[in-house]
């Protein structure tokens, strides 16, 4: 086996501690959180600022899966990207203030 391949490997070892461990946090709240309220109303929501990290995704992920054609080392990097949104998928439950 390649150093690339346990690079990777260890790569979606933390990426999946995190994810798993963020979502639990994230349900575990969310549960605690509906317990807590009974028929309450929903809150407004506020406007968030994540419009422009959408765009750059959608940008990236264009540009990487156009470079796949032109440079074949660009094929790494689809799955790198789904490391990294898995592990920022987690990341966002840690962060959210109500989980």
Do not use: W
């Given at each position: 086996m390649?150093?690339?391949?346990y690079a990777t490997l260890f790569l979606c070892l933390i990426a999946t501690v995190i994810f798993v461990t963020g979502y639990?946090?994230?349900?575990?709240?969310?549960v605690a959180?509906?317990?807590?309220?009974?028929?309450?109303?929903?809150?407004e929501e506020k406007d968030s600022n994540y419009g422009i990290a959408i765009l750059a995704a959608v940008i990236v992920a264009s540009a990487i899966i156009g470079l796949v054609g032109v440079v074949p080392e660009m094929i790494y990097a689809g799955p790198l990207l789904a490391i990294v949104?898995?592990?920022?998928?987690g990341v966002a439950f840690f962060v959210d203030s109500k989980a």
């Open positions: 390649s150093f690339l391949f639990i946090k994230g349900v575990t709240g969310a959180d509906h317990r807590s309220q009974a028929d309450s109303p929903i809150p949104t898995a592990t920022m998928n």
